[in-house]
């Protein structure tokens, strides 16, 4: 998807606002994308209409094209309707607090409810009981027992021959008489959603009251994920989501789906099969993920927040004039520190890890564009606007004052005419090449 898309970006050219062009042709990848993250259809319909409304007639800044301008609008639209912040478990009721676990068999719900009993009672200092209402499956007590001895919480001992509510009527009561702070109910799924999936965890849910009711979905689920996750939601009202499974191919979609039919939160993500392997839901690196464009997506979106337009117009036209002074080199300096430095800037266009760690080797580390400011900020006004006037005694006050030496002066010296070279080659053309974009 980069590379087509990259492609579509490259097409397109700065006017003054987004275009219905600009945006249909961004879109169509956009749709790819959703599609290929195995997004529910119905609500990659209504997510890309909702991004064109708001995308045609956008103005656009200076610093980039409008195809990664609607991008940034995809991604920030993708974040809200997945919702912009985790959302932990919610804990907060009379104690024992109870979590009802709900999902199809293999989903990962037993699985989960081990690492979150993991989780609250290592993390949050909760107390913790774990049971089992799975009497279908003559193995699956058994599992969950051993999950508990595994991670060190504890369990309801098995008693044969109990119904689930029976069952979740004695965890309860017996948190209660031991003094837990929560109890995790893990229940029988089936393969596939059936009434009397539902009906069991409807009647559960009445004796058992859970404050959580967490939907646990495999990532994979893909277009089943929006009929998955509104059969649950009316037969017991869910709370949450678990998605488990990201560790493998599936690209997130489902959350996506099912964020949007239930308008629940996806409260956690499963990232492997150990105990450890349970992570918050971040909603812009799943919007990432959705759209397979990694960090080229916060790029732009720090680009845009930083390059300011008007400065930018300003340095095309003293381009233009073949002019690029030390207060120039220091605006653009302070740029890239805004930026994250060296590292973020590098660290965020693809392939350019390598290339770090050598500039690193040579000791073009993260604090140099501090270091390069202090050495212009020593300069007086009339050196800054003509560095030739930089001999060997001013370098010297200069280094005293910005407490560096000859040495990263030169250097510094050596970089402005390299710049200032190009940007005399550059100027007045039209296109240009990475570094004219990257300033500006
Ligand atoms: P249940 O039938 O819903 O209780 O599902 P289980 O908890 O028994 O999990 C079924 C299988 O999925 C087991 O082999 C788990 O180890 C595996 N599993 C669960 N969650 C994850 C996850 O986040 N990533 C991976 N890779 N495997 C998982
Ligand atoms: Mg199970």
Known sequence: LSDRLSGILD???????????????????????????????????????????????????????????????????LVEMLGSDAEPIDLNAAAPVVIMMVGLQGSGKTTTTGKIGLRLQKRQNQKVLMASLDTRRPAAQEQLRQIGEQVDVATLPIIAGQTPVEISARAVQAARLGGYDVVILDTAGRTSIDAELMAEAADIKRAANPHE???????????????????????????????????????????????????????????????????????????????????????????????????????????????????????????????????????????????????????????????QIAIIQSMTKKERENPALLKHSRKKRIAAGSGTDAAQINKLLKMHKQM?????????????????QMMG
């Open 11 to 77: 097409g397109l050219t700065g006017r003054g606002a987004l275009s219905d062009q600009d945006v249909q042709a961004a879109l169509r990848e956009v749709r790819r994308a959703l599609i290929e993250a195995d997004v529910a259809l119905p609500v990659v319909r209504s997510f890309t209409e909702s991004v064109r409304e708001k995308a045609v007639g956008v103005s656009t800044l200076k610093a980039i094209k409008p195809g990664q301008q609607v991008v940034k609008i995809v991604h920030d639209e």
């Open 213 to 371: 009711i967490l939907l646990v979905a495999d990532s994979l689920t893909g277009q089943d994920a929006v009929t998955l996750a509104e059969n649950f939601d009316e037969a017991v009202g869910v709370t949450g989501i678990v998605l488990t499974r990201m560790d493998g191919d599936g690209r997130g979609g489902a959350a996506l789906s099912m964020r949007s039919v239930t308008g629940k939160p996806v409260k956690l993500i499963g990232t492997g099969e150990k105990m450890d392997a349970l992570e918050d839901f971040h909603p812009s690196r799943i919007a990432d993920r959705i759209l397979g464009m990694g960090d080229i997506v916060s790029l732009v979106e720090r680009a845009a927040e930083q390059i300011d337009a008007e400065k930018a117009a300003a340095m095309a036209r003293k381009m233009a004039s073949g002019k690029f002074d030390m207060n120039d080199l220091a605006d653009q300096l302070r740029q890239m520190q805004k930026m994250g430095g060296l590292g973020g800037i590098m660290g965020m266009m693809p392939g350019m890890g390598k290339m770090k760690d050598q500039m690193a080797a040579a000791g073009l580390d993260d604090k140099l564009f501090g270091r």
């Open 420 to 436: 200032a070279d190009m940007m005399k080659a550059m100027g007045g053309k039209k296109g240009g090449g990475k570094m004219r």
